[in-house]
């Protein structure tokens, strides 16, 4: 089975669009974006196409790759005194100058859209409602529309980042699963794998596993996008020729489709998904501010 991210997202979109009219005025998002990443150009688009497309209110701000710490403090308190301003996302990553930590500290974490705020990552830790980290939300989301059974199983999530793999444990864990999280430091990082029903790869390399990592009748989660732009790498994945730049997961797009009961697809899995979410976790601001 295909679990297909577009549907589901289409799905969550048209349920959020009567909570959109029912407000006093339209929800908000400011969204910082720095620099001139080109994935993350792409996903801020993105963002802000679907903003327009539900009638929320959206301000892009682009500080230069220069900008300092002290300036995006600035300009993020600024955002958390705006009154037309429900909800703010600081694309990641940030460049290497800025104090990561500092910035997602500084935002308002009533106005959190992404969830990263450590008062809102607790939250989530101690068992109660907050705003949520989008993608790993969107996971979430695809296993409960697909009725995938979640209680008692074991889940192996492979990545530790603050945003999909450490969020990501937490929220199966609250679903009853058994959860093993695995890093770069796993030893024998397949036969963990191989133990997983639910299989989360969030790692960040293209076709990073292999049919070694996943048991038959496994479902996975494949949260990885990766560009590959070099054809004998395309070729050796695919096994035949690609167009010239490739979109691949973190698991090998055929050993995962051999193998797996059901699987997301890249694109077209979970990437829909994390849009979604942060379009709920901005309605969901806008509710509580508005009320
Ligand atoms: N970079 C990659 N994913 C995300 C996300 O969900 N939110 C933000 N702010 N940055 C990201």
Same mark, same amino acid.
Request: hydrophobic share 45%.
């Given at each position: ?33 720095? =620099? ?78 992404? =969830? ?5 990552? =607790? ?145 077209? =899995? ?22």
């Amino acid at each position: 089975m295909i679990l297909d991210g577009i549907k589901i997202r289409d799905q969550i979109l048209a349920e959020a669009k009567p909570r959109v009219a029912a407000l006093p005025r339209p929800p908000g998002l400011a969204v910082v974006l720095v =620099g001139e990443d080109p994935a993350s150009e792409i996903y801020v688009r993105n963002k802000i196409k679907a903003c327009h497309d539900l009638g929320i209110h959206s301000e892009k701000y682009t500080p230069p790759p220069t900008v300092t710490t002290a300036e995006l403090l600035t300009l993020v308190r600024q955002l958390n005194q705006q009154e037309t301003v429900d909800s703010i996302l600081v694309q990641m990553p940030l460049p290497a100058q800025v104090d990561t930590a500092a910035v997602l500290a500084a935002i308002d974490p009533r106005k959190d859209a992404d =969830g990263f705020h450590p008062y809102n990552a =607790g939250l989530l830790l101690a068992g109660q409602p907050a705003p949520r980290a989008c993608t790993p939300a969107g996971v979430m989301e695809i296993l409960r529309r697909c009725q995938i059974p979640l209680e008692g199983k074991r889940a192996v999530v492979v990545g530790r980042s603050e945003i999909v793999g450490k969020p990501m444990a937490l929220m199966l864990l609250e679903a009853n699963c058994t959860v093993t999280l695995c890093h770069s430091r796993t030893r024998d990082l397949a036969a963990e794998c191989r133990r997983a029903e639910i299989l989360v790869a969030a790692i960040g390399k293209p076709a990073f596993l292999t049919r070694e990592h996943i048991s038959k009748g496994a479902v996975v989660i494949d949260v990885g996008i990766n560009r590959i732009t070099d054809p004998a790498q395309a070729e050796r994945i695919f096994g035949r020729q690609e167009r010239p730049s490739t979109i691949v997961g973190d698991a090998h797009p055929l050993h995962m489709a051999e193998l797996a009961s059901a699987y997301t697809p890249v694109p077209g =899995g979970v990437g829909p998904l994390t849009i979604a979410m942060l379009m709920l976790n901005t309605i969901q601001l806008a509710e509580r501010r508005q009320a």
